[in-house]
């Protein structure tokens, strides 16, 4: 192993968190390639994560040289039922990226929905920024609406309500209330923090209910709104960085002055001592826009684009609570 390797640069950052930076994964996803021997670091094959680079490494992934980082960026999906929260599932099963449009850069997802899960699931190309907001510690609320077979007391409730522990694992405090009761289907909004793998679906089968629909309706300052099953929408830049506030811009390691993936080809592309093309104006502030750490809990609404004006997250101002699904089975239920 080169010294370039086994010395530490006292600038540079952890590799895998390069990698996850230059959009192709997360971080924990890059600490295992390493692990698989897909990586290579100036020449020589890495077999430990433990590495800090700098700007002056060559770092090849497959192969193929690591991308250079672009601007940091964050889309709202509205995830369907019927798609699977993965880049390949071995059973065939359609995923959440078979869906996205083509001309949507390489994304990670922002934690992940269950194949029957629907509503907002947050992508960015920036697999540093998705390790810090999946952080139970972050404390972005992720809110759901959920419709369950059973009934169900306001006691029974409030049992759960400061954390539960259901088949050995311990679910934390969470925000619940009954919505509508009708026939023997409930209606509930459930709010928590953590999300651990099938929480929601364990606790309430803990309180005798059987979820029949599942529907994530926001996560931190962010919500579906009015965006349409299989649609994405991009937040604005300015958003995002007021959203997210100085502490959370810094863990993540987020870059706002890079320029976009396809800025660097125009620049690329362009003849020697031609002015590259002016990119386009920079937004103006977003009204609602919070600009303090911890502002995660102030909404902010995604509507799709409309022509011939489109729209971004960042034009859609604060909406109040989501619009309810129909109940009854009804459109909103034909989807799943």
Known sequence: ?????????????????????????????????????????????LTTPAVTVGPDDAITVDGRPLPASERTRLW??????????????????????????????????????????????????????????????????RRYRVRAHGTLSEEQLASVRGGVTVDGVHYGPLEASIDR?????????????????????????????????LIRVSYGPF??????????????????????????????GAN???PLRAEMREAEEAPAGKPRRPGP??????????GKDGAADKKTSARPARKPKPQSAGDILERGRPKRPRQGGGNADRRR
Not at 225 to 249: H, K, M, N, S, W
Not at 281 to 290: Q, V
Request: overall charge positive.
């Open 1 to 45: 192993m080169s010294d370039k390797i086994e010395n530490a640069k006292s600038g540079g950052e952890r590799i895998a968190k390069v990698i996850a930076r230059a959009g192709l994964c997360s971080r924990r996803e890059a600490e295992g390639w390493i692990a698989a021997g897909r990586v290579v670091l100036n020449g020589k094959l």
């Open 76 to 141: 709202l999906y509205h995830k369907p039922r019927g798609l699977v929260t993965t880049t390949r599932d071995p059973e065939g099963r359609p995923t959440v990226f078979d869906r996205l449009p083509p001309d949507l850069p390489r994304v990670v997802t922002i934690g992940r929905l269950d194949i029957n899960t629907e509503g907002l699931l947050l992508l960015t190309n920036d697999g540093g920024l998705a390790r810090v907001l999946e952080l139970p510690a972050t404390g972005w609320l």
């Open 181 to 213: 009761s009708q026939g023997a289907n409930i209606w509930l909004t459930l709010a928590l923090r953590e999300g651990k793998n099938r929480e929601v679906k364990n606790i309430l089968r803990h309180l005798g209910l059987a979820v029949t629909r």
């Open 223 to 252: 919500q579906v709104g009015e965006l349409e099953p299989g649609a994405v929408v991009e937040v604005r830049g300015r958003v995002l960085r007021d959203q997210l506030g100085p502490r959370l811009i810094a863990e993540a």
């Open 256 to 258: 706002f002055e890079a």
């Open 281 to 290: 104006a920079k937004p103006g502030p977003a009204k609602g826009a919070a």
